[in-house]
């Protein structure tokens, strides 16, 4: 049995970790790349949102070096996601791929136990104990990524050399691939917060602030947008995310099932303009902009192409009385990057204008 | 007395009937909008993003058309009707993206309907919502049985007789019970049987399929709907494709695709809505499905703003003239 599944960010480190130690067999496909998204684009529904056809890309070239268990997440109540493991084997069967998907649940009640059950099968069967403690490893490693993307946002802005931030992150995230045990991987990520803390510049700058919400695959996913995080670093932006792996596997592993629920400020900001919620992260999307009306200078909203959460979310959007600009960004394969920068450059402008405007008043 | 207004767009092919029971038998009085028009269209669709599929267009539309007539907006918020079946998110916002584009749309009564809460729960809802013209528990009771009988017999009458939404509501609505429609005399048989899949506000909205209905009977073929098809034909067939329904309005477009490809029609039309979520899917499936079988052809028509009639007609001609030959070749073999 070879495994295989679809790439997010850089999701691929933990599950790698993970199967690593439990000696599964496990392949990587590539990273996302212009012949990822031909592939996926040729052999997906044309009204698929992007997400879809990435990730059939991906498992297409899983599959074609080998792997016969993909994994793919999938549930009820959540947007087109939960029927894409179903098309997507549809399509690989019809490509002549004998692979077998296998789904990860992730709207159902256990997660965590149903995942580690999972995890039991395909490895044949291993000792809890040793799940487990691979398990954590893994978990290890996606917050140590997660805790140095976050200052990485931070520095970005006004690093004293440009590209430094993005130059470190690259060399962490290789490294924390490599490490194979705790004491590596505290160490990386000492070394690499020391790293970022000494590139950051003395003076006393204070650049703008935008929030970025949206969809889940699209913000993690740089490939699909284009790396505007990076983009809006070299304008001298200072990005904040709430979305990050790590804060959902922390929750919706962990910290659900004891009744915990980070969403329930974000839902409660966006409750006077959506009541409900509208599968997919539409109603976290309408309360970012509620609850950080105040906080950020502007907010860039990532939605792919015929997302149905987020054409309502977009659709509300507007209609808050709490104001702040928002800058909606629809990913799909005819998303260029010229085009997205200028309408970034517009947009950081105006939120300077914006700023001015506030100080002199 | 109390004016509610039900938008003659999405759910109201399917609910009408019981809506209009429901709110009669509480005394209030019911107001349809319009067949769309163009300017409904241009209207709806000047107030939201251009990415919003065409019905939720078609929505706005008729939702403006029906201020200032009415005091109260029905507009459920309809999540689930079947346990662990969901619908698409554009109806589970639908009272709240109404308010948001709509500011001068009346009061909105958003009733949440998700079976997967319990019956409790659904019980509550209906209330709540009976609670706005009655007091009475009992007498909003009523009102709710009066209209799921209404709905039943609405369910029965399109079945039993073949009849198709606007023509089993306008048999509803006429108080005076007319004779079963026997089919005009034709002098010429139908030229063959076509089977129309979709959603009824695609099928059933004139203006935005360009009578599409009305062009294959004018031309002598026999049209078949999802509507004709038992719950049970449906649901089976679309555990055949799928192995059990993931949305709410699925088997209308699984369930019938499955079921006409496989017997009954001689060709199969699937109408959808550019940027549809479910749809985008499950025509997928359809198609498919035709592909493997390779039996009854099939065609997908995406429908949206800039559909123009001459580009409809066109592709339907085509189709139309694949299937006589298809038809004559059959019939020379058999000969």
């Known amino acids: ?361 | 007395m109390i004016k509610v207004g039900i938008p003659r767009a999405l759910l109201y092919y399917q609910y009408y009937p019981m809506w209009k029971t429901f709110f009669e038998e509480l005394g209030a009085e019911v107001v349809v909008s319009p067949p769309t028009t163009q300017a409904i269209l241009s209207s709806g669709s000047s107030r939201v993003v251009a990415e919003t599929c065409l019905p939720v267009k078609v929505f706005c539309g008729h939702v403006l058309a029906l201020a200032g007539e009415c005091d109260y907006l029905f507009i459920p918020a309809i999540r689930s009707v079947k346990s662990n079946i969901y619908n698409c998110s554009k109806f589970l916002g639908l009272p709240d993206m109404t308010k948001a584009v709509t500011p001068e749309s009346p009061p909105i009564l958003d009733t949440d309907i998700d079976i997967n809460k319990g019956k409790r729960e659904l019980y509550q809802a209906i209330y709540k919502l009976g609670r706005r013209f009655t007091w009475n528990p009992l007498k909003v009771r009523r009102a709710a049985i009066a209209a799921w009988q209404a709905h039943l017999k609405y369910m029965q009458l399109m079945s039993d007789q073949g009849l198709n939404p606007p023509q089993a509501i306008e048999r509803i609505s006429n108080t005076t019970e007319v004779e079963p429609k026997t089919p005009p005399d034709n002098p010429t048989p139908p030229q063959a049987t076509i089977a129309l899949i979709g959603h009824p506000y695609l099928l059933y909205d004139e203006h935005i399929n360009h009578r599409l209905i009305h062009r294959l009977e004018k031309a002598h073929y026999k049209v078949l709907t999802p509507e004709m098809l038992t719950t049970e034909e449906l649901e089976s067939a679309t555990v055949r494709l799928v192995g059990g329904a993931y949305w709410t309005y699925e088997e209308e477009v699984v369930g019938a695709g499955g079921r006409y490809l496989e017997s009954g029609a001689d060709g199969v039309i699937g109408l959808m809505a550019f940027g549809c979520g479910p749809d985008s899917l499950m025509m997928d499936i359809v198609y498919r499905r035709a592909a493997r079988l390779g039996t009854t052809p099939f065609m997908r028509l995406t429908l949206e703003e800039h559909t123009a009639e001459a580009g409809v007609v066109t592709r339907l001609e085509a189709f139309l003239d694949m299937i006589q030959r298809r038809k004559r070749r059959q019939a020379e073999v058999c000969v």
């Not at chain 1, 480190?13 to 990587?28: E, G, S």
């Open chain 1, 1 to 361: 049995m070879r495994i295989g599944m679809p790439h997010m960010g850089n999701l691929y480190i933990p599950f790698k970790a993970l199967f690593q130690r439990l000696n599964i067999d496990f392949v990587i496909p590539p990273v996302n790349n212009q012949h990822t998204l031909s592939l996926g684009v040729r052999y997906s529904p044309e009204g698929m949102c992007i997400p879809f056809k990435l990730t059939m890309g991906n498992l297409i070239e899983a599959a074609e070096l080998g792997a016969d268990t993909l994994l793919m997440p999938a549930g009820s109540g959540i947007c087109r996601l939960g029927y894409y493991a179903k098309t997507q084997e549809h399509i690989l069967h019809d490509l002549g791929y004998a692979a077998e998907i296998v789904c990860l649940g992730v709207s159902s009640q256990r997660k965590l136990f149903g995942l580690l059950k999972m995890i039991k099968r395909l490895s044949n069967n291993a000792p809890w104990a040793k799940i487990i403690s691979a398990f954590r490893f893994g978990l290890a490693k996606l917050n140590a990524m997660d805790r140095i993307e976050r200052v990485v946002q931070k520095v970005r802005p006004v690093e004293q050399v440009k590209g430094t931030a993005n130059r470190l992150f690259a060399q962490a995230i290789k490294a924390i691939d490599q490490a194979d045990d705790y004491g590596t991987l505290k160490r990386v990520q000492r070394d690499c917060l020391d790293q970022l803390n000494q590139a950051t510049s003395n003076g006393n700058t204070q650049p703008l602030i935008v929030g970025i919400t949206g969809e889940f695959y699209v913000l993690l996913e740089p490939f699909s947008n284009l790396d505007v995080e990076k983009e809006l670093g070299k304008l001298g932006v200072e990005v904040r995310r709430t979305t990050f792996i790590s804060e959902w596997t922390k929750f919706s592993l962990f910290l659900n099932p004891l009744g915990m629920n980070e969403k329930d400020r974000i839902h409660k900001a966006a409750l006077p303009y959506l009541k409900r919620d509208i599968g997919g992260d539409g109603w976290e999307s309408v309360g970012e902009k509620v609850l950080h009306a105040k906080e950020y200078d502007g907010l860039i909203h990532l939605a792919p192409f015929t997302c149905m959460p987020e054409i309502v979310a977009q659709n509300i959007m507007p209609s808050t009385k709490e104001d702040i600009p928002v800058l909606t960004i629809l990913c799909d394969e005819q998303l260029g990057k010229p085009g997205m920068l200028t309408r970034l450059e517009a947009f950081v402008d105006l939120l300077k204008h914006r700023r001015r405007a506030k100080v002199k008043t």
